[in-house]
């Protein structure tokens, strides 16, 4: 088997890499990111998890520089993003929801271009591309038209140009939405090797499964806010268990049901015609329905979607 190309990086990341600290932002009399705060350490890979309008793209796009604060603080690599926007960019690779690519461009032109632009040397830039396309699986379609790539190239493209300059900290806001599942695992795979090689990466998603998979630790956000924070597991085990029941029933037993829910004190969830009941601290829920007719009683792992339903009282939805 080939092994897999890598891609050198710069050293020098601090340990406490990226700090956020009480930050605001208003539009007007409209709070979308309401006291935030968080740290991410060098190599570790954070999740901002959480449905549209959650304000994780705004969190990120002050991050980024790209949008003042109202108030509060953020560094990356010890640079203030304030005072020192310039510096803090320099160290990032950014990746917004739009992939920005040039459509007069060839593919390797995009990222030669932006690798220039970026303070590489032609030669630099140059040598750079094809380490960035090797490590892509796009070399070869370095001649390419942007618009003969399918939606899921368009994406690695993106990512892929962002690590021209060599970045210590990658920024992805919601970089698999809109992929195809085997586009959006080549993703993961390629972000995966990027963090294993000591890449320190934030980003947001609304999907549980690409927050379980890839994210050390992750955040549940809603309405502006951080709700909790902590590894997958930490937060199943907290809000969830470590297995959520699942409740059919009929018309005739379905009232029955719920009052036997509630006076049993288990944290319960109508999802269409399923009822989903979670005990916390990794207990399992102990139901037993066997004396109403047409009740059926299933058992499933525990999800991030059972931690935003216990947190926010509703399903995590791309909305």
Same mark, same amino acid.
């Given at each position: 088997?080939? +092994?897999?190309?890598?891609?050198?990086?710069?050293?020098?990341? +601090?340990?406490?890499?990226?700090?956020?600290?009480?930050?605001?932002?208003?539009?007007?009399?409209?709070?979308?990111?309401?006291?935030?705060?968080?740290? /991410?350490?060098?190599?570790?890979?954070?999740?901002?998890?959480?449905?549209?309008?959650?304000?994780?793209?705004?969190?990120?796009?002050?991050?980024?520089?790209?949008?003042?604060?109202?108030?509060?603080?953020?560094?990356?690599?010890?640079?203030?993003?304030?005072?020192?926007?310039?510096?803090?960019?320099? /160290?990032?690779?950014?990746?917004?929801?739009?992939?920005?690519?040039?459509?007069?461009?060839?593919?390797?032109?995009?990222?030669?271009?932006?690798?220039?632009?970026?303070?590489?040397?032609?030669?630099?830039?140059?040598?750079?591309?094809?380490?960035?396309?090797?490590?892509?699986?796009?070399?070869?379609?370095?001649?390419?038209?942007?618009?003969?790539?399918?939606?899921?190239?368009?994406?690695?493209?993106?990512?892929?140009?962002?690590?021209?300059?060599?970045?210590?900290?990658?920024?992805?806001?919601? +970089?698999?939405?809109?992929?195809?599942?085997?586009?959006?695992?080549?993703?993961?795979?390629?972000?995966?090797?990027?963090?294993?090689?000591?890449?320190?990466?934030?980003?947001?998603?609304?999907?549980?499964?690409?927050?379980?998979?890839?994210?050390?630790?992750?955040?549940?956000?809603?309405?502006?806010?951080?709700?909790?924070?902590?590894?997958?597991?930490?937060?199943?085990?907290?809000?969830?268990?470590?297995?959520?029941?699942?409740?059919?029933?009929?018309?005739?037993?379905?009232?029955?049901?719920?009052?036997?829910?509630?006076?049993?004190?288990?944290?319960?969830?109508?999802?269409?015609?399923?009822?989903? /009941?979670?005990?916390?601290?990794?207990?399992?829920?102990?139901?037993?329905?066997?004396?109403?007719?047409?009740?059926?009683?299933?058992?499933?792992?525990?999800?991030?979607?059972?931690?935003?339903?216990?947190?926010?009282?509703?399903?995590?939805?791309?909305?």
């Amino acid at each position: 088997m080939t +092994p897999k190309p890598s891609l050198t990086l710069n050293n020098g990341v +601090p340990a406490g890499v990226i700090s956020v600290r009480n930050v605001v932002k208003r539009y007007g009399n409209i709070t979308v990111v309401d006291g935030v705060s968080f740290d /991410v350490g060098r190599g570790e890979t954070y999740g901002l998890l959480g449905p549209n309008g959650a304000g994780k793209t705004s969190t990120m796009r002050m991050l980024g520089a790209a949008s003042p604060l109202t108030s509060g603080s953020m560094s990356v690599a010890g640079f203030d993003v304030v005072s020192q926007g310039r510096d803090a960019r320099q /160290v990032m690779g950014i990746v917004t929801q739009r992939d920005g690519l040039d459509s007069d461009l060839p593919v390797r032109h995009n990222l030669e271009v932006y690798g220039y632009m970026s303070g590489l040397s032609r030669g630099a830039a140059r040598s750079r591309a094809t380490e960035v396309l090797e490590f892509f699986g796009l070399l070869e379609r370095e001649k390419d038209d942007i618009d003969a790539l399918s939606g899921g190239m368009k994406r690695r493209l993106a990512i892929a140009r962002a690590f021209m300059p060599r970045p210590r900290v990658m920024v992805l806001d919601e +970089p698999t939405t809109g992929l195809d599942p085997q586009s959006r695992n080549r993703v993961w795979e390629q972000l995966t090797v990027l963090k294993s090689s000591g890449v320190t990466i934030l980003m947001s998603t609304h999907y549980m499964e690409e927050a379980a998979t890839l994210c050390d630790r992750v955040a549940v956000m809603d309405h502006g806010r951080i709700l909790d924070e902590g590894t997958p597991d930490e937060l199943i085990a907290r809000h969830a268990g470590s297995e959520v029941a699942q409740v059919r029933t009929n018309a005739s037993s379905r009232l029955a049901v719920l009052d036997a829910l509630k006076a049993s004190g288990y944290q319960f969830f109508e999802v269409g015609a399923v009822i989903n /009941v979670s005990s916390k601290n990794g207990e399992r829920a102990g139901l037993d329905f066997s004396e109403l007719n047409g009740v059926r009683l299933s058992y499933r792992a525990a999800t991030l979607e059972d931690v935003f339903l216990a947190l926010t009282g509703r399903e995590l939805r791309d909305e």
